[in-house]
């Protein structure tokens, strides 16, 4: 099977790939900024393999995609002491062998790079990526591969967490999408600031793109949060939750 491990800023994820089904399974993830990461690696990747049968030795490939270098080498030395196996660690030069290219491969970050790879392998159109992660991040590529541009929010949780943090009455709420845009209480007032005012931004940002590069897009969106805004279900063309763990598979592959 193939391993796949992706340490955004708030969580390092880890999925498997069954090579026979050609399917992703076995999610599970780790805070990546915990105070005591070392350890939660060493003990909660073993103890997931031990409750769901999987021997390290089922492992034949692991990939690795990082946009938080200062735990790189902890991960990798797990991986090698546990696995038996080196990861891949995708990097500026891993881009050079893709169908895919960047104007700043040096800038670009890892994992907007598998989004673009597994998203312009499925579809080989005009299209712009839309993450939801830490960062609201939007992806511009054209139908031949080539990245126009990028733009980057702060993304829902990290609103909604300044928010809090930076208020000393307003409680911290679920990213829940309410069913009215007019706050009856504190709680509600949040949600419909929050989640109809990303709407507004998501189709406001996407709207602007296609006016400056005067063409229509594929829309994909993926992350964590991709089906919170469920008024964007009509925007997307797909919500792919694996469109990063897969991009990662491929870049891995290219580069094997």
């Given at each position: 099977m193939f391993l796949a491990i992706d340490a955004g800023n708030s969580?390092?994820?880890?999925?498997?790939?069954?090579?026979?089904?050609?399917?992703?399974k076995n999610h599970f993830?780790?805070?990546?900024?915990?105070?005591?990461?070392?350890?939660?690696?060493?003990?909660?990747?073993?103890?997931y393999f031990l409750e769901h049968g999987i021997?390290?030795?089922d492992i034949n490939q692991i990939g690795f995609s990082s946009v938080v270098p200062e735990i790189n080498e902890q991960v990798l030395q797990?991986?090698?002491?546990?696995?038996?196996?080196?990861?891949?660690?995708?990097?500026?030069?891993?881009?050079?062998?893709?169908?895919?290219?960047?104007?700043?491969?040096?800038?670009?970050?890892?994992?907007?790079?598998?989004?673009?790879?597994?998203?312009?392998?499925?579809?080989?159109?005009?299209?712009?990526v839309v993450d939801f992660g830490t960062a609201l991040t939007f992806t511009v590529v054209d139908d031949k591969g080539?990245?126009?541009?990028?733009?980057?929010?702060?993304?829902?949780?990290?609103?909604?967490?300044?928010?809090?943090?930076?208020?000393?009455?307003?409680?911290?709420?679920?990213?829940?999408?309410?069913?009215s845009a007019l706050g009856q209480n504190t709680i509600h007032a949040i949600q419909a600031g929050i989640l109809y005012g990303y709407t507004g931004l998501v189709k406001g940002m996407l709207e602007a793109i296609e006016n400056e590069t005067k063409q229509k897009f594929q829309v994909i969106a993926t992350g964590g949060l991709s089906s919170v805004l469920t008024p964007l279900a009509e925007v997307f063309e797909e919500i792919d939750r694996n469109l990063t763990l897969e991009g990662l598979r491929l870049i891995t592959e290219a580069n094997s």
């Open positions: 969580n390092v994820v880890f999925a498997l790939y069954d090579e026979k089904n050609e399917s992703w993830r780790i805070e990546t900024h915990a105070a005591k990461f070392a350890a939660q690696l060493h003990k909660k990747v073993p103890m021997s390290p030795s797990f991986c090698e002491n546990y696995f038996g196996t080196q990861p891949y660690l995708i990097s500026p030069a891993s881009f050079k062998k893709l169908p895919i290219k960047s104007l700043r491969p040096n800038e670009i970050g890892t994992d907007l790079m598998c989004n673009v790879m597994a998203a312009h392998t499925k579809y080989r159109k005009a299209l712009i080539e990245i126009i541009g990028v733009n980057i929010v702060p993304g829902l949780k990290t609103a909604l967490n300044s928010l809090f943090q930076n208020t000393s009455k307003l409680p911290e709420v679920a990213l829940k999408m309410p069913e």
